[in-house]
């Protein structure tokens, strides 16, 4: 069975409505870390309930876990910014090869759409070492989740 340490995540309102294609991003990502996720925090043991806000170039996280402990902390987006950047560009790359390509060119644009993702999920994993381990599953899925924040806020 698969570990869940976070059992509902959530994310605040704000800014522009998501495309119809973030919003999907977006519903998968959080399926994916409360069905299966590896993350934890340094203040406090899991499951956690997280919840996830954007502004001014930070993402706030705020958490409550299983204890009835809770905090927040805030990650500037610093060099995540660009990679969310050069993450949504790939993306969309992929989506009009898919639609024009054929399918070596396809296979390209999308290994390198997975090598940025990798990448900024090790980045991810990083900035966040001093609050919270996580696996790089889980450091992929949040870090969709904060580039279609970041696309919106």
Known sequence: ??????????????????????EQERRVAIFDLQEASVF??????????????AEDGRIRIRWHAA???EGAFTLALGGLAQA????RTMCKSYAEAVRSLPPARIEEI????REI?????????????DRARMDETTARRLFTLI????ETA
Request: with cysteine; hydrophobic share 35%.
């Open 1 to 22: 069975m698969p570990m869940t340490d976070i059992s509902h995540l959530e994310l605040e309102d704000g800014g522009a409505a998501p495309t119809p294609e973030l």
């Open 40 to 53: 934890e925090l340094t203040e406090a043991p899991g499951p956690y309930r997280l919840r996830l806000g």
């Open 67 to 69: 204890d009835g402990s």
């Open 84 to 87: 969310s950047k050069d993450y």
């Open 110 to 113: 999308d290994a390198a759409r």
């Open 117 to 129: 993702h990798s990448e900024a999920a090790r980045q991810l994993q990083a900035r966040l070492s």
């Open 147 to 150: 580039c279609a924040m970041s």
